[in-house]
């Protein structure tokens, strides 16, 4: 069980929570399937960038091989997105990301939240350029980097400071490998957050994934 609290004024806390960073390659690997991108983003504290489309459309490999791959752009989403890509004509996945729009040109882009990967935060149609690219997918981070401490004793004691209007999600491991959101989302409120986690497993380790 979490339990929240939100505080005007920062705490003293002991312990800092530390998890390893995902390490990047040469060109953006991408995820095939919603379930594999979805456990890829929880486990390194990411969002998703969908990219539905087909191999044979322009459009898309534009915005998947060149913009993408950009130098503008591919290292915001090496650090901060899991990649997927649905080919539209052998898969379903995309559906849910597209309700409502009627006919529409490819590719179909969309940011998502790995706490809730049936929705999306914002999608777009066919191209955009590398600039509105990398602002696009800025916008949906936080300006500052999330420093997440943690105290133990009966139950884990986190806290961290927030952005307004940043949301954010708690995620927990007993391994560093494989993990778990913990609650729902946390809103930002310019201050910092404190959060009681009631599971007193041993040896737990913590971290936050926030998004705008």
């Not at 105290?151 to 307004?164: G, I, N, P, Q």
């Not at 494989?178 to 040896?203: L, N």
């Amino acid at each position: 069980m979490i339990r929240t609290r939100w505080s005007a004024v920062g705490m003293l806390w002991a312990v800092v929570a530390a998890f390893s960073l995902p390490a990047f390659g040469a060109t953006i690997s991408w995820k095939n399937s919603r379930t594999g991108a979805v456990e890829a983003a929880r486990n390194s504290a990411r969002l998703i960038l969908l990219l539905a489309g087909r191999d044979t459309c322009g459009n898309c490999q534009y915005m998947k091989e060149t913009v993408c791959e950009s130098a503008g752009v591919r290292p915001v989403l090496q650090a901060n997105y899991v990649c997927w890509y649905c080919p539209v004509d052998y898969s379903t996945e995309w559906y849910a990301y597209a309700s409502g729009l009627g006919s529409f040109t490819l590719p179909l882009i969309c940011v998502v939240d790995p706490g809730d990967a049936t929705a999306y935060l914002d999608r777009t149609t066919a191209t955009q350029t590398v600039s509105a690219f990398s602002g696009r997918l800025g916008s949906h981070l936080p300006t500052q980097p999330i420093a997440l401490v943690l105290v133990r004793d009966t139950v884990s004691h986190l806290a961290w400071e927030t952005e307004s209007p940043i949301r954010y999600r708690v995620l927990r491991s007993q391994n560093l490998k494989a993990w778990s959101f913990v609650g729902g989302i946390v809103p930002g409120t310019g201050s910092t957050v404190s959060i009681d986690d009631t599971y007193t497993a041993p040896g737990c380790f913590y971290k936050v994934l926030g998004f705008r």
